[in-house]
């Protein structure tokens, strides 16, 4: 086993980093910076491997509860914090990215925040996104979260939270954890309840975003906001 500061100076990872820039480093290295120390008889890019070994991937690791990270040999709290501190940063850089752009003509522009965000729950969380007259982001909140939250939407605090909001529109998202974006029965009747309450509201509803970690599936898109809108029922 060679220790970091047996290597040679130029394939440490910080002197790797501070020599030719932190995207010249692997994933491992990546995680081993952060790291910074290991422990007796694990180097930090030994403690790297075996987180990269329990989450299989960033995006695994991203994924990780608390207690998940620091039962990884090497991995005190205060570099489990470090670790969530940085997978948040991902989400919230991400999010600041959309703000003017138009949702409804560029879902996509959302999605990658919203698979950080949703995408790896182990539970459904039901998101809503509060848009301007122009379809540009104000603000988002996940306001209901359990499994089968579906059952648990309620379109009085969703309205509630527009209006506090200054919304014009609205952007409905959720997440399937078991990774198939296929609207169940239940989203859909979620969907025309909210839709029916926004036409009350004068607050259009503008999509329904299922996401998965590898993907999504757009209700507008597929045709389904339009059959609600036009007949008061999916």
Same mark, same amino acid.
């Given at each position: 086993m060679v220790l970091v500061r047996e290597m040679p100076v130029t394939e440490q990872p910080r002197e790797k980093a501070l020599r030719f820039g932190?995207? $010249?480093?692997?994933?491992? @290295?990546?995680? &081993?910076?952060?790291?910074?120390?290991?422990?007796?008889? !694990?180097?930090?890019?030994?403690?790297?491997?075996?987180l990269l070994l329990h989450g299989k991937?960033?995006?695994?690791?991203? $994924?990780?509860?608390?207690? @998940?990270?620091? &039962?990884?040999?090497?991995?005190?709290?205060?570099?489990? !914090?470090?670790?969530?501190?940085?997978?948040?940063?991902?989400?919230?850089i991400a999010y600041e990215s959309i703000p003017e752009k138009d949702v409804v003509k560029d879902p996509e522009s959302v999605v990658n925040w919203l698979q950080l965000k949703l995408g790896q729950r182990l539970q459904e969380d039901f998101l809503v996104i509060f848009l301007d007259s122009a379809y540009h982001v104000l603000s988002a909140e996940v306001l209901f979260t359990g499994t089968g939250s579906a059952s648990l939407v309620s379109s009085r605090d969703i309205f509630r939270r527009a209006l506090e909001a200054g919304a014009s529109a609205i952007m409905l998202a959720h997440n399937h954890p078991g990774g198939d974006p296929t609207p169940s029965p239940q989203d859909l009747l979620v969907t025309e309840e909210v839709m029916d309450a926004g036409r009350l509201m004068n607050i259009e509803v503008v999509d329904h975003l299922i996401i998965t970690a590898g993907g999504y599936l757009s209700l507008r898109r597929e045709g389904l906001m339009m059959r609600a809108d036009r007949q008061g029922m999916i």
């Open positions: 932190v995207d $010249k480093l692997s994933t491992r @290295e990546l995680l &081993a910076l952060i790291i910074r120390h290991g422990v007796r008889g !694990l180097s930090a890019l030994d403690v790297a491997d075996r991937s960033l995006h695994g690791i991203s $994924k990780m509860r608390y207690a @998940e990270i620091t &039962a990884v040999p090497g991995i005190s709290s205060a570099k489990a !914090l470090e670790l969530q501190a940085c997978m948040e940063i991902a989400v919230r």
